[in-house]
């Protein structure tokens, strides 16, 4: 049988949690310095250009959306803007990659009442 742990304490939660932060930070660190340092400063998707403090507006993106995927070579990173990333990840969402639902157009209800929607449906032979 499982123990049951007594729940963590506030200095406990604030240990872990800077732990976390400290973790995320450190890797996104490394692989975002490394890819500036590997490719020019321009969006791959919109070919906008950056530098200085709009510098921090351009986002590395990984190519199979595995952030642990770091080849040193970076053949998994594209430097996207962060308009470009947001679209590149709701793009990927409405295919039903990436975590997201997707999108199915036969089973989607429509904002829109179309009075003929169900004609298909009624049987000439019962009217």
């Not at 123990?3 to 932060?21: G, S, V, W």
């Not at 990173?77 to 639902?101: I, P, Q, S, T």
Request: hydrophobic share 30%.
């Amino acid at each position: 049988m499982k123990k049951i742990r007594p729940p963590l304490d506030t200095a406990q939660r604030e240990r872990i949690a800077a732990e976390l932060r400290r973790d995320v930070a450190q890797r996104m660190r490394g692989y975002r310095e490394r890819a500036l340092a590997i490719y020019p400063h321009v969006c791959a998707s919109c070919g906008r250009e950056f530098s200085g403090v709009r510098l921090k507006e351009l986002t590395v993106h990984h190519k199979d959306h595995n952030h642990d995927n770091n080849p040193p070579d970076g053949s998994n990173w594209e430097l996207l803007c962060v308009y470009c990333h947001d679209h590149e990840h709701e793009k990927n969402k409405m295919a039903g990659h990436g975590g997201g639902a997707g999108l199915n157009l036969k089973t989607e209800k429509s904002a829109l009442f179309n009075p003929f929607d169900q004609l298909d449906r009624i049987d000439p032979r019962k009217s």
